[in-house]
């Protein structure tokens, strides 16, 4: 299966910025999704892990769902702030192997 | 706090092997799946393979059997060899472990250049 993202959102400080990861086949609820967060020049880290769980650490401004009637997950940052400016991608496994979605380029205007 | 660092060397022959080793402080490789990622200049993620320490290993098919991977536990390593190498293998490459019920934990990345 393929997870798909919008190439780019933007979005002023303060607002909230919602980041789509929708899946080919098979339901988004058969495994678990998280969201990787890759600031420019840097190594990804997880700011969603297990469709909504947030790593400690990572600020209460980031949310994950998932929602079976469009098979898609979601990533909501809400406040956005000038740090939150990076690629995110969606992750899921295939059995064991992983997938990833294209990445989203979050950009604060 | 797991942390990952992957190591090796940065400048390979086209044809030759690339082999890289991510070291894991922390915590026992044994607790988690261990798998290597790459992405190429302005590209996304792609992910390479894994392997879980009791033997199970998959790998992307689109790296058509090029791809080795092993772990050492006795060193808490586990390891990286892609043979045939092109330019299109340069890339970052990163090592990451993934547990369930666990966040992903990410090395930094190191860059190989494939380049005669």
């Known amino acids: 299966f393929m997870l798909t993202q919008p190439r780019s959102v933007s979005e002023s400080p303060g607002k909230t910025v919602t980041i789509s990861c929708t899946r080919s086949?098979?339901?988004?609820?058969?495994?678990?999704v998280q969201w990787f967060q890759q600031r420019p020049g840097g190594a990804p880290t997880t700011v969603i892990y297990?469709?909504?769980?947030?790593p400690s650490g990572v600020p209460g401004r980031f949310s994950g769902s998932i929602d079976s009637s469009s098979n898609s997950a979601s990533l909501t940052i809400s406040g956005l702030q000038t740090e939150d400016e990076a690629d995110y991608y969606c992750?899921?496994?295939?059995?064991?192997?992983?997938?990833f979605g294209g990445g989203t380029k979050v950009t604060v205007l | 706090q797991v942390q990952l660092q992957e190591s090796g060397p940065g400048l390979v022959k086209p044809s030759e092997t690339l082999s890289l080793t991510c070291t894991v402080s922390?915590?026992?490789?044994?607790?988690?799946?261990c798998n290597w990622i790459r992405q190429s200049p302005g590209k996304g993620l792609e992910w390479i393979a894994y392997?879980?320490?009791?033997?199970?290993?998959n790998s992307n098919p689109s790296l058509k059997g090029r791809v080795s991977i092993s772990i050492d536990t006795s060193k808490n390593q586990f390891s990286l060899k892609l043979t045939s190498v092109t330019a299109a293998d340069t890339a970052i490459y990163y090592c990451?472990?993934?547990?369930?019920?666990?966040?992903?934990?990410w090395g930094l990345g190191t860059l190989v250049t494939v380049s005669p």
């Open positions: 922390g915590d026992s490789i044994t607790n988690y799946y």
């Open positions: 990451a472990t993934a547990a369930r019920g666990r966040p992903v934990n």
């Open positions: 992750h899921s496994y295939d059995s064991s192997d992983w997938v």
């Open positions: 297990q469709d909504d769980q947030r």
């Open positions: 392997m879980y320490y009791i033997g199970n290993t």
């Open positions: 086949s098979g339901s988004i609820a058969s495994n678990f």
